[in-house]
């Protein structure tokens, strides 16, 4: 008696995993790269665009909306543990109004 092929079919290709944040504003989980990355190093208070600084670090929506709560409300000090002071505030305020409002 025979035993029947069985066919083995290659594994199917994984699927590369995308870390997921939260923005401290709106509290949407977006992908890593959709998010801005704000990161407190020696007390200085700045946007880390390639997302590696060392430090404690927050993520925010890249939208006016989003910055302009954040400030208000002071999260992003809450989140980096630290205070903003006011030329960071005000650095950071000039980047928010140049971001585009919130898309619906």
Do not use: F
């Amino acid at each position: 008696m025979k035993t029947p092929k069985v066919e083995h079919k290659p594994p199917a290709p994984r699927q590369k995993r995308v870390p997921e944040r939260t923005c401290i504003a709106c509290r949407a989980a977006r992908g890593k790269r959709e998010l801005v990355r704000l990161v407190c190093s020696t007390g200085v208070i700045e946007i880390d665009p390639q997302g590696r600084q060392p430090g404690r670090g927050v993520y925010l929506c890249p939208y006016r909306k989003c910055w302009e709560m954040s400030l208000k409300s002071n999260r992003i000090e809450y989140g980096l543990r630290t205070k903003l002071s006011t030329e960071n505030r005000q650095s950071l305020l000039e980047y928010g109004r140049s971001l585009p409002e919130k898309e619906e």
